[in-house]
């Protein structure tokens, strides 16, 4: 009996590797859902490694403390899908040093602007590669600056990838909640999917916080109106009204206002 004691250890380090397999699939699915092994392309893979940071800087405090340690220590007794979730994490907590390190901020705002002027044109010429190379170049430097995340955003919207646009238009909202220009942006994404309820939850907000902004009201009206949210199209109409008295637009608005009163025909 003794000759089997020394698979004690391993056997401990296994189940505690599966255990780590168990907890990421089951609490933290957004990892597989952005699994960077199975994106195509390397500047996709950089901007979906740091959209996911908020999130694994969470979950790696809380439940996976030294991952590097565990992958060191007992990948080779896993399976080979185990083994690829564990150096994936591995992967991430390295990648996650990295952009905690003063180095990331490696070029000036100016160059920033530029950049992101340059990707703006790119777009206009319908270049999207280009474009979209230039948005995660400014992302790489400076991880936080929501204009990047926004126009690139913009693109996959542009290019109908609902879900990288949903993605990063979110990431950048979470990073500035009250911009007005990234809650219309998700409020045409969702629009564009025809999911009325949530454009106009968007519109809205983009509303309070740019009161007096024509293009956003008008978005937000004609949210409301797919919607058939009669008090929402009234409020609209209250703010173009505000701004704008004689805008031709509001006796369209206010005709569909009163097709939304009528009664559904039988």
Partial sequence: MCMFLWLAPLIIIVLGLLTI??????????????????????RTKRLKERIILERFDRFRSQKLGNISKLARDGWTVLSKTGRR????????????????????DSI??????????Q???????????QAEKLFIEVIGHHPKQVDAYE????????????????????F???????????????????????????????????????????????????SALAAKQAKDVERGIGLLKEIN????????FEEGLLNLHKPSAV
């Avoid at 397999?21 to 390397?42: Q, S």
């Avoid at 000036?108 to 002027?117: G, P």
């Avoid at 126009?151 to 979110?170: I, P, S, V």
């Avoid at 509303?207 to 956003?216: A, E, G």
């Fill in 245 to 252: 008295p004689e805008n031709q637009k509001i006796a369209e």
């Fill in 172 to 222: 950048a909202l979470r990073l500035q909640p009250e911009n007005a220009s990234v809650l219309m942006s998700l409020g045409q994404l969702e629009g564009a999917q025809e999911n009325h309820k949530e454009a106009l939850d968007y519109l809205r907000q983009a509303t309070i916080v740019r009161s007096k902004n024509p293009k956003y009201i008008d978005a937000y009206i004609a």
């Fill in 108 to 117: 000036d705002l100016n160059a920033v602007k530029r950049l992101l002027e």
């Fill in 119 to 129: 990707a703006a044109e790119l777009m206009h010429q319908h270049e999207t590669i």
């Fill in 151 to 170: 126009g690139l955003g913009n693109l996959y919207l542009r290019n109908k990838q609902f879900e990288q646009a949903r993605e990063t238009l979110k």
């Fill in 21 to 42: 397999i168990v907890i990421v699939a089951r609490k933290f699915p957004h990892i597989i859902v952005l699994d960077v092994d199975t994106i195509k392309e390397e």
């Fill in 85 to 104: 979730l564990v150096q994936r994490l591995y992967k991430l907590e390295q990648y996650y040093k990295r952009l905690k390190s003063p180095k990331a």
